[in-house]
């Protein structure tokens, strides 16, 4: 297949530009939505990388949407009722961003990150191997490298400033953050998500290893699932078919590159290495094929 032209970061004219995340652009449109635009800029070790992933901010956006509306029984989500065209009236631009911008609620984020591990591995599994405990939760002993935990667990995190690091906290430590009731409904929500999701994931030949969810508040006060959904960039897909207790499995998300970083003398901070375009490639490949067995009936 032709390889799609790639975004490394979107230049509109015609909103204000209010931020640039790890992924998406933010631009403003009224005192109730924002456009969300997906780049093909990828993160690794919460560093950018100078290189894009040809498409994936459009396979990251369909999966996202895919998600958004499989879960909305649960809670609701800041995608808003507004064709693109109404908010980016010039052809120019909507073509610049088309399948990968989404007009949103604006809603008040959360400041942390919601972790959902249903498998032991990345940095539970070396909290684990230290103390017995991730993020404070005691599990059993004996576990092995990505072994599936009894049940899922909420591990949440503090969310860095791009470039920096995110910190994995203790549930009380969110209480302080969000208040004892808003604390507990984030992590009721995180666990049904998931489990949800990891049910339906299997189905199609995925283990969903873990993931990671963000919120945000209207006026109101109503919790509403933001950012982005279940996707290869928020998430660690396994093939079931390849999946093996006790070593670290193939996904089909940046694992792969993180893998190459990991091979270099890199000291994981910025500016970050180039990457070869064969492994750009390959990472790219892996994100359209969990997005063809997540979303294909």
Excluded at 4 to 22: E, M, W
Excluded at 123 to 138: A, E, L, N
Excluded at 190 to 195: N, Q
Aim: charged share 20%; with cysteine.
């Amino acid at each position: 297949m032709d390889t799609p032209v790639a975004l490394y970061q979107s230049t509109l004219t015609s909103l204000p530009l209010l931020a640039r995340g790890k992924v998406r652009d933010i631009y403003g449109i009224d005192d109730h939505h924002l456009l969300m635009v997906a780049s093909d800029r990828l993160s690794a070790f919460d560093v950018i990388l100078p290189d894009p992933i040809p498409g994936k901010g459009r396979v990251l956006t369909r999966i996202s949407n895919f998600w958004f509306a499989k879960l909305s029984h649960i809670i609701p989500n800041h995608l808003a009722d507004i064709p693109l065209a109404q908010v980016l009236p010039d052809a120019d631009e909507r073509a610049q961003v088309a399948g990968r911008a989404v007009v949103v609620k604006k809603l008040n984020a959360l400041p942390v990150e919601a972790i959902v591990r249903g498998y032991l591995l990345g940095s539970g599994w070396q909290d684990y191997q230290k103390t017995g405990t991730v993020s404070g939760i005691v599990l059993p002993e004996g576990l092995q490298q990505a072994q599936q935990l009894p049940e899922p667990i909420y591990t949440p995190s503090t969310k860095a400033a791009t470039g920096g690091h995110d910190e994995n906290i203790r549930f009380e430590q969110s209480v302080t953050l969000l208040g004892a009731a808003l604390a507990a409904q984030v992590r009721t929500a995180s666990i049904r998500l998931y489990s949800e999701a990891a049910a339906y994931a299997l189905e199609r030949g995925i283990l969903i290893a873990d993931t990671k969810f963000e919120f945000g508040t209207d006026a109101q006060g109503v919790l509403y699932l933001i950012d982005e959904a279940l996707t290869p960039d928020s998430s660690r897909f396994w093939p079931a078919d390849r999946y093996q207790v006790g070593t670290s499995p193939p996904s089909f998300d940046k694992q792969y590159v993180r893998d190459y970083l990991e091979s270099l003398d890199w000291n994981k901070t910025a500016p970050a290495p180039t990457l070869p375009p064969e492994v750009a490639e390959f990472c790219a490949a892996q994100y359209r094929e969990a997005e063809q067995r997540l979303t294909q009936s």
